[in-house]
């Protein structure tokens, strides 16, 4: 089995910074691609930001050159640095992953989910 848990999200003020993470556990081979989503209420779910093992990175119009996505191999976590964050950003941002584990072929997997709220 793979769990993805998310941490970090919160209340911000606008123009105010989180770093959300994710860490990745349980009977992984290899981890290829990971990304952040997220879904604000009525909308659909968003692909925010995705990383690949070789580090190349891919943003949403909306977000790029304020958050920064990365990731640590060696702890199995991808990171959200958000920055200059707006009323806008509000949602549940969710982790995903391309997990190959030791008994399965690739396939992708989700976090549960943690919320952001950018308010005054």
């Known amino acids: 089995q793979v769990q993805l848990v998310e941490s970090g999200g919160g209340l911000v003020q606008p123009g105010g910074s989180l770093r959300l993470s994710c860490a990745a556990s349980?009977?992984?081979?290899?981890?290829?691609?990971m990304a952040w989503f997220r879904q604000a209420p009525g909308k659909q779910r968003e692909l925010v930001a995705d990383?690949?093992?070789?580090?190349?990175?891919n943003y949403a119009d909306s977000v790029k050159g304020r958050f920064t996505i990365s990731r640590d191999d060696a702890k199995n976590t991808v990171y959200l640095q958000m920055t200059s964050l707006k009323p806008e950003d509000t949602a549940v941002y969710y982790c995903?992953?391309?997990?190959?584990?030791?008994?399965?072929?690739?396939?992708?997997?989700w976090g549960q989910g943690t919320q952001v709220t950018v308010t005054s």
């Open positions: 995903n992953a391309d997990i190959r584990t030791v008994i399965a072929n690739m396939r992708d997997y």
């Open positions: 349980g009977s992984i081979f290899s981890i290829y691609t």
């Open positions: 990383i690949t093992r070789g580090g190349r990175t």
